[in-house]
């Protein structure tokens, strides 16, 4: 089973950018769908963005549409979360993990097809 680790998190204020690195600790990103969630204090972890293994098909969430952006690097063996025009809702931690059931065309945004969760990196957002 492929696990995952998330870096790039930090501290930043609003109207700047951060790019998130999720890379495998063991196995490889290459032959998975990734997704990106975070969960702020008191929330449940939500759908970010997510990426197919080709990286044609990307989906995010309504709303980070038009400053997140998701790619992967198959020589890398990682996938990324370039997140810019940061807003104070926006920090929470993020986590990467892999599709591992399901259609991902339908299910892309379910938390529950996912496995191979990170530890999470925190992202905070000052105004």
């Known amino acids: 089973q492929v696990q995952l680790v998330e870096s790039g998190g930090g501290l930043v204020q609003a109207g700047g950018s951060l790019r998130l690195s999720c890379a495998a600790s063991?196995?490889?990103?290459?032959?998975?769908?990734i997704g990106w969630f975070r969960q702020a204090p008191g929330n449940e972890r939500d759908f970010v963005a997510g990426?197919?293994?080709?990286?044609?098909?990307?989906r995010f969430a309504d709303s980070v549409k038009g400053r997140f952006t998701i790619s992967r690097d198959g020589g890398k063996n990682t996938a990324y979360l370039q997140m810019n025009s940061l807003k104070p809702e926006d920090t929470a931690v993020y986590y990467c993990?892999?599709?591992?059931?399901?259609?991902?065309?339908?299910?892309?945004?379910?938390?529950?097809?996912?496995?191979?969760w990170g530890q999470g990196t925190q992202v905070t957002v000052s105004s």
């Open positions: 063991g196995g490889t990103v290459n032959n998975h769908h």
């Open positions: 990426i197919s293994v080709s990286g044609t098909l990307t």
């Open positions: 993990a892999v599709f591992w059931s399901g259609l991902f065309t339908s299910d892309y945004a379910r938390e529950g097809n996912y496995n191979g």
